[in-house]
């Protein structure tokens, strides 16, 4: 069975630390994403990364950077965490022969606490 | 820019009742449509999609929804629901079928279901 893996399920933090989440994918996809998940919100998209060593912003970047080093890993960062960022952190990711389909794979979920 | 409203936060129905869950959304071009669902304590999964063809859209577990033009809606229905069908469930719009393209999510509907 394919699947999106997130390292951390649930991760509280202080005000001011660095956060990572991590998100490793074992089916070859190309694209990959990172969501914040808020009641009432619905998804919103924090960054997006179309290959390797590739990135885009998405609705809500700030106070987030991302990396992707590898193919099968992409990597959340919170430089200096915040309060307002405690959240439902979703990793998602997508072949691009099916892109226009937009079947996304999601991991479980990261629930992170800042306090 | 495209936007996605769903129009109840909450929807109770009892078990075996149908349901119907209200999406609503604006676009600047022609849209791909989807309906995604998260379970308790897992990811999100595709229901069903609209890229083009019969409005009328069957998804897995006898979901279905209709494309509406016009009204610029894609409700999702359900004849008779099971406790299963207890989740969170996300309208979602897509900007085209172009490699690249990115998904914008509604705020959500919980559906719980009574027995």
């Known amino acids: 069975d394919v699947k999106v893996t997130q390292s951390s399920r649930y991760l509280v933090k202080r005000t001011g630390e660095k956060v990572f989440l991590e998100c490793v994918q074992d089916m070859d996809h190309e694209n990959m994403f990172w969501y914040r998940q808020d009641p009432g919100l619905g998804l919103r998209l924090i960054y997006f990364s179309y290959d390797v060593k590739m990135k885009e912003k998405g609705d809500i970047p700030e106070g987030y950077s991302v990396s992707r080093e590898k193919k099968e890993r992409f990597s959340l960062i919170l430089e200096s965490a915040s309060t307002n960022q405690t959240s439902m952190y979703l990793c998602?990711?997508?072949?691009?022969?099916?892109?226009?389909?937009?079947?996304?794979?999601f991991g479980a979920g990261s629930r992170l606490t800042v306090l | 820019a495209q936007s996605v409203t769903q129009l109840d936060s909450q929807v109770p129905v009892f078990e075996e009742a149908p349901v119907e869950l209200r999406c609503n959304y604006s676009?600047?071009?022609?849209?791909?449509l989807f309906w995604y669902v998260q379970y308790p304590n897992q990811g999100l999964q595709l229901l069903l999609k609209?890229?083009?063809?019969?409005?009328l859209v069957k998804g897995i577990n006898g979901f279905e929804a209709e494309f509406n033009k016009s009204q610029t809606s894609f409700h999702l229905r359900k004849p008779s629901v099971h406790i299963s069908d207890t989740a969170e469930y996300f309208c979602a719009v897509s900007d085209g079928k172009a490699a690249g393209n990115k998904l914008t999510f509604g705020g959500g509907t919980r559906v719980l279901v009574k027995p």
């Open positions: 676009s600047s071009v022609s849209v791909y």
């Open positions: 998602a990711s997508r072949s691009v022969l099916s892109s226009g389909a937009n079947v996304l794979t």
């Open positions: 609209y890229l083009s063809g019969s409005t």
